[in-house]
């Protein structure tokens, strides 16, 4: 009986997340037959509100890509839902799967715009940053084994990104107004602790480069070969992009 009604419930994701669920006309698309007795209108109601709420969510997360990308959007998603299968209710994750499926077609089908994809790279960033401002930090162990006694680590909230475009004028001038200027770009992404709003910023390769090292705790006295640690350290600091635990 348990194997039964698993099999049951997987062949009901199935159903609910197949492409002839959610785009066939045909009223009785073929199912599995552990399905037969449910109303087969019912279940295809429930599953196109799920791939609807599902595309909002992503919208919400790209809306200057979505908006630049204009008549072709409805297209996109389609071909996305049809590739991808819903596997988490998470907005990030969802944004997550559609970006790599974003990355994968830009690379199989060049794309009109190729400024697109450093600017879907940086709204994915942007929600990754306000996701991680909104979850608890794990309080760090100053006694844990094989821990130093003096650590940093880039903030949760600040995220490196390493653009070809400079996509920072679509955030600041519009969406059409302007076209980015086409240059490799390091960008910190970052949400200040005293601040509700993300900001954008361009840094110099030392530092870029820093704040990748840093994703987690690292004694600082590891990192002689950056020029003047110390002073850097402590600027990065003050502007809230590394935390410092001693």
Not at 101 to 121: G, K, V
Request: hydrophobic share 40%.
């Amino acid at each position: 009986m348990p194997n039964r009604l698993l099999d049951r419930q997987v062949s009901l994701l199935e159903y609910l997340t197949s492409a002839a669920t959610l785009f066939s006309e045909e009223v009785d698309a073929p199912m599995d037959q552990s399905l037969h007795g449910i109303d087969q209108g019912l279940l295809r109601l429930e599953a196109r509100f799920c791939c609807n709420r599902r595309i909002k969510k992503i919208i919400a997360v790209f809306p200057r890509t979505f908006e630049i990308i204009g008549a072709d959007r409805g297209r996109i998603l389609r071909e996305f839902v049809e590739a991808n299968r819903q596997t988490d209710i998470n907005t990030l994750a969802n944004a997550h799967q559609f970006y790599e499926f974003f990355l994968a077609r830009s690379r199989s089908e060049a794309p009109t715009l190729p400024y697109l994809l450093d600017l879907a790279a940086c709204e994915l960033a942007i929600a990754k940053v306000r996701n991680n401002a909104e979850e608890s930090e794990k309080s760090f162990n100053l006694g844990q084994s094989g821990r130093p006694k003096t650590a940093i680590r880039r903030y949760r909230s600040v995220v490196p990104l390493r653009c070809g475009y400079d996509v920072r004028s679509i955030f600041e001038a519009g969406l059409r107004e302007v076209v980015p200027p086409k240059r490799d770009t390091l960008f910190v992404v970052n949400l200040a602790a005293d601040s509700c709003n993300v900001s954008i910023l361009e840094v110099p390769p030392g530092v870029f480069g820093l704040l990748v090292r840093l994703d987690d705790w690292v004694d600082p006295r590891t990192l002689a070969d950056v020029d003047d640690v110390e002073n850097l350290v402590s600027r990065l600091a003050a502007q809230q992009l590394i935390e410092v635990q001693a």
